[in-house]
């Protein structure tokens, strides 16, 4: 972690915003510190950045208590599974990735136990092929988001998606684009629909000029990942 990676995140997300008429104020930057240490995300901190992102129930959870003192909102990312629902709800402002009415209900119960009312986003597979997670079939689709909408527990906030790792720019371009117009129809039907969670070190410029509000970024902040 250094604190020039992040001043470099941050102008590019204005350079990029200004070019396309949005505000930099609309793409909040969530830094995805899977893998590192307390101490990296505690120089994160002093550089100025509040949101944070992990992918593992237990790692959050963990490092949330570590940093119980720190003024941080935390993001889960992952795929979560219903006995891990416990270690993400209550410390996660937002949770990225609901992939199934299942997993809704799953995270309805433990808000209802713990009184709070959970930010919820859901996860799309925009390509096929690429990710393992995420929901595909529209009616399955309209009918979580009908559940989390009625929910006094649940709050859906959005959609989320990760791009194919390809090269083709217009491949993952169609991604982003993919989940702005499943937005739009969701706010159509007169659900409450804000956010686009999408780019990532990768590709967050163009997340970000199809109309992401939130991107999620890891390594270009923090540096590789070393995984055991
Ligand atoms: C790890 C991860 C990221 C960040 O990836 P980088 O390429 O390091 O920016 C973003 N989103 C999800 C869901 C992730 O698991």
Redesign the pocket.
């Known amino acids: 972690m250094n604190t020039t990676n992040i001043s470099h995140i941050l102008s590019e997300i204005e350079e990029v915003t200004t070019a396309c008429n949005r505000s930099a104020a609309d793409v909040n930057l969530i830094a995805?510190s899977?893998t590192f240490s307390v101490e990296d995300i505690k120089s994160a901190i002093n550089a100025g950045l509040i949101s944070f992102?992990e992918?593992k129930a237990q790692e959050l959870n963990i490092k949330a208590k570590e940093l119980n003192d720190e003024k941080i909102e935390w993001h889960f990312?992952?795929h979560l599974q219903s006995n891990k629902v416990k270690y993400v709800v209550p410390v996660a402002e937002f949770i990225?990735?609901v992939d199934s009415l299942k997993i809704a209900i799953e995270i309805e119960k433990m808000a209802v136990k713990l009184g709070k009312r959970q930010k919820v986003l859901l996860e799309i597979k925009t390509a096929p092929e690429e990710s393992k997670y995420g929901l595909t079939d529209k009616n399955e689709i309209f009918g979580i988001i009908k559940y989390i909408s009625n929910s006094t527990s649940l709050d859906f906030q959005g959609l989320m998606t990760?791009a194919p790792f390809v090269n083709e720019e217009a491949e993952i371009r169609k991604s982003f684009i993919t989940l702005r117009n499943l937005k739009e129809e969701v706010q159509k039907l007169g659900y409450f629909c804000k956010h686009l969670s999408m780019g990532?070190?990768?590709d967050f410029k163009i997340a970000i000029e199809e109309g992401a509000t939130m991107v999620?970024?890891?390594?270009?902040i923090f540096g590789n990942?070393i995984y055991n």
């Open positions: 995805v899977k992102g992918n990312i992952g990225h990735s990760i990532m070190t990768s999620r970024i890891g390594s270009a990942r």
